[in-house]
C-alpha cells in the first residue's frame, strides 16, 4: 500500500513561483506513475498532470503548459511539481496520487492518494 504525503503549498502573490514535493513510500517510482490534481472550491478535482518512466512527463491542462512542470527524483522517490507564473486561478488544494496502471487524467485512474497541500495566489 504506497504512501504520498505532499508538501510545499503557501501563499504567493500573481506571478510568483511554488515547488509543492510528493514523497512517495512503498512504491518505487519506477513501478508506478503519479499524477498532481488540483481541487479549487466549488469546483471538481483536476488532473494537473503525471509522470512515469515509461511515457515521461504529461500534462493535461492547457493553462499550466509552459508554466508547470514536474520532476521525479529517484534517488528520494519523490515527485516535485513546480509552478511558475502563478495565477489567482491556480489557487486550490494539490493532489498527488499513485497507480500501478498508465498515466490518466482521471481521478478515478488512481488508487493512493496523499492530504493535499493548499496554494492560494493572491495579492
Known amino acids: 500500500q504506497a504512501q504520498l504525503v505532499e508538501s510545499g503549498g503557501d501563499l504567493r502573490q500573481p506571478g510568483g513561483h511554488l515547488r509543492l514535493s510528493c514523497k512517495v513510500s512503498?512504491?518505487?517510482?519506477?513501478?508506478?506513475?503519479i499524477g498532481w490534481f488540483r481541487q479549487a472550491p466549488g469546483k471538481e478535482r483536476e488532473g494537473v498532470g503525471c509522470?512515469?518512466?515509461?511515457?515521461?512527463?504529461?500534462y493535461y491542462l492547457d493553462s499550466v503548459k509552459g508554466r508547470f512542470s514536474i520532476s521525479g527524483d529517484n534517488a528520494k522517490n519523490s515527485v516535485d511539481l513546480r509552478l511558475n507564473l502563478l495565477k489567482p486561478e491556480d489557487t486550490a488544494i494539490y493532489y498527488c496520487?499513485?497507480?500501478?496502471?498508465?498515466?490518466?487524467?482521471?481521478?478515478?485512474?488512481?488508487?493512493?492518494w496523499g492530504q493535499g497541500t493548499q496554494v492560494t495566489v493572491s495579492s
Open positions: 496520487a499513485a497507480t500501478l496502471n498508465h498515466c490518466s487524467r482521471y481521478a478515478s485512474s488512481y488508487d493512493f
Open positions: 512503498d512504491l518505487r517510482l519506477d513501478d508506478g506513475v
Open positions: 509522470i512515469s518512466r515509461r511515457e515521461g512527463a504529461i
